[in-house]
């Protein structure tokens, strides 16, 4: 009797179409991504590094979190279409600066001044339109002003955009409670909007520039545009059937009682948060504030996970909440309690005055605060490398 050979699908493998050899059957599919940070904590840390930067008006400061966002960007960016949005933020905060230094311009500015650059010719406006003036001086002091004003939006701008670069919008969908699915695919199809047509734009415009065919000016946009909208429907028509096909919308039978505890449960779990955050805010509800904020919370969590048995889907490997997440989580966190802190015991260093006009300083212990931004760049995985195909 001679040995019995062994069988190919479960020792030497599969063979499929083509003679290729597939893996074992026996192998595992890993539950969880390897070596991937949980999406959630990159927005985390950027709306962190957002919420510092509206405790200050101060220009360096600001500088140093559009910076220490910029690094983090540079050096932990995946190489993905969306991942390419970060510029027109860049370019969306400059815009910001610009448009509102011209409306210090033409419209003025309540800050009075002494040091006038230049005195634009004023149109008289009727009685009721008092308090406003059109024209008229620019002053030193003005331009000052808007400039910190509008520095803070757009780093608030800038903080946006690199969540977009760094977190993976569909990965951040799978990772919403069942409760928020079907608001969380609308926003997470917003959010694509900007990075596809962005690469839309670029691929349509390296195809004008090898066929010879200006690719910049009125005809350029005109010649680029109408295939950009025609991709943008073509994918939208794309993205129905296969919503369509997914059942999306579909929920399940729950029972009246239950809805009605997840309506009740959400809707005065928001009204506590928006309570509680209003009693943080002013002085009189310093006492209630944080107990009525917690229980907001709580509330408005047990409203979406009842909320949540309405929705059947499952997750296909999931992300993990691990201690990296934890850790730029924490960083971002530091930064804004930080930032906190300094507005409250120095305020003149971080909104510094610009009657007298007088150059900003650098606060030491707040700028070194900003730089905890900085620890996602070394603690979290680096993208993969794009692939380089060998000449044929």
């Avoid at 509206?54 to 600001?62: D, E, G, K, Q």
């Avoid at 010879?212 to 993205?239: C, H």
């Avoid at 999931?318 to 930080?338: C, E, F, H, Q, Y």
Wanted: hydrophobic share 50%.
């Amino acid at each position: 009797m001679g040995v019995p050979p062994l069988e190919p699908s479960r020792e030497r493998g599969r063979v499929g179409a083509g003679g290729t050899r597939q893996a074992p059957a026996s192998v595992p599919t890993p539950r969880h991504r390897p070596g991937t940070l949980h999406p959630g904590a990159w927005w985390l840390w950027a709306l962190a590094l957002g919420t510092a930067a509206t405790r200050t008006t101060n220009p360096l400061l600001l500088a140093l979190l559009i910076a220490v966002s910029a690094y983090v960007v540079t050096t932990r960016r995946p190489h993905a279409p969306w991942s390419r949005s970060y510029g027109a933020f860049v370019k969306l905060a400059l815009a910001v600066l610009l448009i509102r230094l011209l409306f210090t311009i033409v419209l003025g500015s309540p800050i009075p001044g002494t040091h006038t650059l230049v005195t634009l010719p004023e149109v008289p406006l009727p009685d009721w339109a008092q308090g406003i003036r059109l024209g008229g001086r620019v002053t030193a002091e003005g331009l000052t002003f808007a400039l910190y004003d509008a520095m803070k939006l757009a780093t608030l701008l800038i903080c946006v955009g690199a969540a977009n670069a760094l977190a993976n919008p569909s990965r951040l969908l799978k990772s919403l409670p069942g409760a928020l699915y079907e608001m969380g695919v609308a926003v997470v199809v917003a959010l694509t909007f900007a990075p596809n047509l962005i690469a839309d734009v670029q691929r349509l415009r390296a195809a004008r520039r090898l066929r010879g065919r200006p690719d910049k000016g009125v005809r350029g946009l005109l010649q680029v545009g109408l295939p950009v909208l025609e991709g943008a429907l073509e994918r939208s028509v794309a993205l129905a059937a296969a919503m369509d096909a997914r059942g999306y919308g579909r929920t399940a039978q729950v029972p009246a009682p239950v809805r009605r505890t997840t309506a009740a449960l959400t809707l005065g779990g928001l009204l506590g948060v928006c309570a509680g955050t209003y009693g943080l805010l002013t002085a009189a509800g310093g006492t209630y504030g944080i107990p009525v904020l917690l229980a907001g919370v709580a509330a408005a969590l047990a409203g979406l996970w009842l909320g949540g048995r309405r929705t059947v889907r499952t997750r296909y490997r999931p992300d993990r909440w691990g201690a990296r997440a934890w850790l730029v989580t924490a960083s971002g966190a530091a930064v804004a309690a930080l930032m906190f802190l300094a507005a409250a015991r120095d305020p003149a260093a971080l909104r510094p005055g610009v009657v007298p006009l007088v150059a900003p300083s650098l606060p030491l212990w707040p700028a070194a605060a900003v730089l905890i931004g900085l620890l996602p760049a070394f603690i979290t995985p680096a993208p993969h490398p794009v692939p380089v195909r060998e000449p044929s």
